[in-house]
């Protein structure tokens, strides 16, 4: 099955400051890469997604980035700001009725105003 | 309207008792998830169901059963609770035949005693 690594665990900055995480996945047949955000106390929410069609995608401050040939893909946020604090997962998928999206474990940003 | 919507948003229970977590999308997906997500917040998939195939993950002990009683709902029952079985329970649903991002419910924060 899919293995989807996710680093850091935690990221602390300063606001203003950039911040990045990054994941590996395993399944070459994945080609579905969603970014999710949880905030406190709320069920995590799509940010940016990405397909392995296209090698980079931005919206406003966010950015995704994907190597296929690596397998990794990144999440980039620019000028972070308090707001930006939350817990963000990447998760891999792949099209099929019995395949399961598979998360990463998750990384706490905290953005230092 | 809320897409996933997910009851009770809170829920404290002794040991041995059994409860269920209601869930419903309005989205038409095809698929429905249910995620449990521990105190280090990872989140662990438990089931995954549409109307052709339920996939358990293995590792659910069987006191867990989803009960669906048509598409837009995905009921998670939960029979002897266990202490360890305090978590967040989150009910997701996406539409797996195009491979688009999960819907997330609000969670259901259950704390046995």
């Known amino acids: 099955g899919e293995n989807v690594e996710q680093h850091p665990s935690t990221l602390s900055v300063q606001e203003g400051d950039s911040a990045v995480i990054k994941c590996t996945y395993s399944?070459?047949?994945?080609?579905?890469f969603p970014w999710y955000k949880q905030e406190l106390g709320k069920g995590p929410q799509l940010i940016i997604d990405?397909?392995?069609?296209?090698g980079e995608k931005k919206d406003q401050r966010i950015a995704v980035t994907l190597n296929k040939t690596a397998k990794h893909f990144s999440l980039h946020i620019t000028e972070t700001q308090p707001e930006d604090s939350a817990v963000y997962f990447c998760?891999?998928?792949?099209?099929?009725?019995?395949?399961?999206?598979?998360f990463g474990r998750g990384t706490s940003l905290i953005v230092h105003p | 309207d809320t897409a996933v919507s997910q009851t009770p948003k809170y829920l404290v229970t002794q040991m041995g008792n059994d409860k269920s977590i209601k869930c419903e999308q309005n989205?038409?997906?095809?698929?429905m998830y249910w995620y449990k997500q521990d105190s280090k917040k990872f989140l662990k998939i438990m089931f995954s169901?549409?109307?052709?195939?339920?996939?358990i993950n293995e590792t659910v002990p069987n006191r867990f059963s989803p009960k669906s009683p048509d598409k837009a709902h995905l009921n998670l029952h939960i029979n002897s609770l266990e202490l360890g079985d305090s978590a967040v329970y989150f009910c997701?649903?996406?539409?797996?035949?195009?491979?688009?991002?999960?819907?997330f419910g609000q969670g259901t924060r259950l704390t046995v005693v």
């Open positions: 997701a649903s996406s539409q797996v035949a195009v491979n688009t991002e999960a819907f």
């Open positions: 399944d070459s047949a994945s080609n579905y």
């Open positions: 990405i397909r392995s069609n296209v």
């Open positions: 998760a891999a998928s792949r099209s099929g009725g019995s395949y399961i999206p598979t």
């Open positions: 989205l038409g997906h095809d698929t």
């Open positions: 169901y549409n109307n052709k195939e339920l996939i």
